[in-house]
Each structure stands twice: as C-alpha cells, then as structure tokens.
C-alpha cells in the first residue's frame, strides 16, 4: 500500500507490452522502463504468426486458444491507438520435397493445396499449401504506438536497470532507489537481456540469436508471407523481409556474412526473380530449455515476477501468457503447470 506505483514493467519489448496492456486495462497504476536498445528481439522481429513450420509441419503449440485470443487482442489495441500493425491473412509454404508434400498430406485439408503460386516468381516443383490462421505484426508500428500511449499517461520512463543494483525486495513490496520510487510489484520482461537476471536463476535458458534481411525485389507481387526453409514477408511495394537463422553460440546482436549468406542461399531456393539486400539485422530469442513461455512469480518474495521463453513466437504467445500472468497478480487466478515458473533452480 502507498507505492508510488502499483506495478513496474521491466522492457517493453512483445512481453512487457501486453503486460502493461493488461494492467492498464484494469486500471492498475504501472510504470514501464526501458532501455531502448534497437537489437532488443522485438524490434528486429518479423512478427510473423505460422500455424505450421519445419520440415515435419509441426503445428504451432497451443496455437488455436493463442491465435484466437491473440486476433482480439490486436484488435482492441489497434482500435485504441488508431494504428496499423497487423495483418491477419494467409500466408504459403512451399514444399522442399516430396517427402515434405507427402507429410503434409496427412495433416492439411487438401482444398489447400497448390492455390496460386506463381511459376513465374517461384520454382515449387512440389506445389505447397496456404498456411491458416497465419498472420504478420508490425513489431515496430506496434511498440511505438504503445511507447506513445504509456508516455502520455506518464506511464514509461527510458532507464536501463541493474537488477542486482537498483531491486531491493522487501515484506511488502520492492524499493527502487536509484528511480527513487517504491512499487508493489516489479515484472520483469527483459526477453534475452534477462539472461543474467539474478533473481530468476532457475529459467532455463536456451538463447537463440536470430538475423534477417530487408530486401528489394522487383517485379514480386506476392502479398502473402513465403515459407520454404527460409521466408519471404510483404512489407508493400517491392520490399520484403527474409529470414532467419538461428545460431547457438553466437549471441551478439551483431549482424554476420555467414547469416545473410545463408538466408541469401535460402531465397535463390525458391525466389526466381533477382533481388538486392537494403539492410541487414540481428537479434537474440529469448528460448527457453522447455521451448514455452515461462511466468510466476518470485518463489520468496511477491514483489518481483516475470515474463519471458516467448522464443520464436513472440507476437502469438505475448498477448495470452502476458493476461496469464495479470490475472495470476491481480486475482490470483492459476498460471497453466506447463508454462508456470519453477519454484527451484532444476
Ligand atoms: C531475427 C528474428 C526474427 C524473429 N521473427 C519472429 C516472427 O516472425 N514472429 C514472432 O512471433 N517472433 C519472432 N521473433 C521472436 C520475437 O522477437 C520474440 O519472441 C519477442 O520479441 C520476445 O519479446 P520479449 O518482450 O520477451 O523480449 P525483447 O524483445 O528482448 O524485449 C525486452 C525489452 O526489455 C528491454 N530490457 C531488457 N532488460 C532491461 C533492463 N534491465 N532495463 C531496461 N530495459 C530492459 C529491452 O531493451 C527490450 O526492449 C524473431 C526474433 C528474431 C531475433
């Protein structure tokens, strides 16, 4: 009771957005600091949504209940901030083989099949299927509507925090000394960065970094996101995002030759039409050893909780597990077993 504010949200990248969102939404006094790095996952992001991917079309986890709370939840946000940022519409993946073709058949309705696709643009001896419900977010767009939203509610502050430094967890809630404020709740939504998080030891880290190309290809008329090993995402005109590529060892947001080597060799797979790279960038997944969403709360102290292991699908996981955890601080409701933080380090 008397904190200056209710909750504070560490990062606003995909996580602490929708945290802050839900909060918000339930007129919850919340502060958000962030450290406005341009290689945070977020906003390097293509922010695509696909129901199936690799080579065995494994279909998304948990993707129904997430897409369909996720379909409303942008929505909402972009009727609130009078911006676009997504794009709910099919997408296409294109089969490497026949062995690719034959897997798929066992699992997609086959009036899905080999619907327009261009031989003109794209080399598919084996055909491919429409990917539904799939869908793109401007991770970019998006993000910044909701920086402008909280700074009109002076609700964000730009702060880079020391978690071991500047958190001081006490009975009643969490002392922040150097923004000079005490709040009730500290959430911590730091994705990647929180890596070295001292009071959550016990997430199972996976990092994965992540690079992608900005590229111009002119005379693609496509308006769906591509899929064959690497993708190909519309972003209007003749401008499309390519990527990715997941590397273990290297976790340095620094874009390398040998990323966009692979994701270039990736493209003239499939991508019959010339193409010239404009940027080029790179990020770091926050996955996790589970491959799922991790939140809780702080098995000692109630002050301090989090969100993070959204991995690869940051723009469908954010808005579900994000109310999960608003609604585990605010109501007490229960935070799903497969996705609920340890109590001990494993
Ligand atoms: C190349 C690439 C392509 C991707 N493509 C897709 C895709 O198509 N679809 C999809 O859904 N996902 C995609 N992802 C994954 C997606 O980016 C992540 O799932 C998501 O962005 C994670 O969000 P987050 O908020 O947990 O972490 P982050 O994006 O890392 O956000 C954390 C935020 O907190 C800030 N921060 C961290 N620590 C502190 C601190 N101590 N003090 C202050 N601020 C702090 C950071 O600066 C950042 O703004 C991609 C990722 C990469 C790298």
């Known amino acids: 009771m008397g904190h200056d504010f209710e909750f504070v949200v560490v990062g606003q990248g995909l996580a602490g957005t929708a945290v802050a969102w839900q909060l918000c939404a339930r007129g919850r006094r ?22 199936y991917t690799g080579r065995r079309v494994a279909r ?3 993707l129904d209940h997430c897409f369909n709370i996720a379909l ?35 699992k997609i309705d086959p009036t899905r099949f080999d619907r327009a696709i261009n031989p003109a643009w794209f080399a598919a001896p084996h055909g491919g299927f429409d990917l ?14 909701y920086r402008t939203l909280f700074q009109e509610r002076r609700s964000y ?8 430094a500047d958190v001081e967890p006490t009975a009643t809630g969490v002392r922040l000394p150097r923004l000079g404020l005490t709040a009730g709740c500290v959430i911590f939504c730091e994705g990647a960065a929180g890596v070295g998080n001292p009071w959550f ?21 496509e308006t769906r996101p591509v899929h064959r090993g690497v993708w190909l995402a519309p972003l209007g005109g003749e401008t499309f995002l390519a990527g990715s590529t997941y590397d273990r060892d290297d976790l340095t947001p620094t874009p390398t030759a040998a990323g966009r080597a692979t994701i270039e060799a990736g493209l003239r797979e ?12 790179a990020g770091v997944r926050p996955v996790l050893r589970t491959t799922k969403p991790m939140l809780g709360v702080h098995p000692r102290w109630p002050g301090l909780a989090l969100l993070t292991g959204l991995g690869s699908k940051g723009a469908l996981y954010a808005p579900v597990y994000g109310a999960m955890l608003v609604n585990h601080l605010t109501d007490g409701r229960p935070i799903d077993t497969d996705v609920r933080l340890p109590a001990e380090v494993t």
């Open 30 to 51: 919340v502060l958000v600091l962030d450290r406005a790095d341009p290689h945070a996952a977020s906003r390097v992001a293509a922010g695509l949504i696909t129901p």
């Open 60 to 62: 998304t986890w948990n």
């Open 72 to 106: 409303g939840f942008y929505r909402h946000t972009q009727a609130e901030t009078r911006a676009k940022f997504f794009h709910h519409a099919p997408a296409l993946r294109l089969f490497a083989d026949a062995a690719e073709r034959d897997v798929a058949r066992g």
């Open 132 to 145: 539904t419900p799939a869908a793109r977010l401007d991770t970019q767009t998006y993000l910044d509507a």
């Open 157 to 164: 502050r730009t702060f880079d925090l020391d978690p071991a």
């Open 201 to 221: 030891p016990q997430v199972p880290y996976n990092l994965a970094k992540g690079e992608l190309l900005t590229v111009r290809v002119p005379g693609l008329g």
């Open 270 to 281: 499939f991508l019959k039409l010339p193409f010239e790279v404009l940027d080029h960038r």
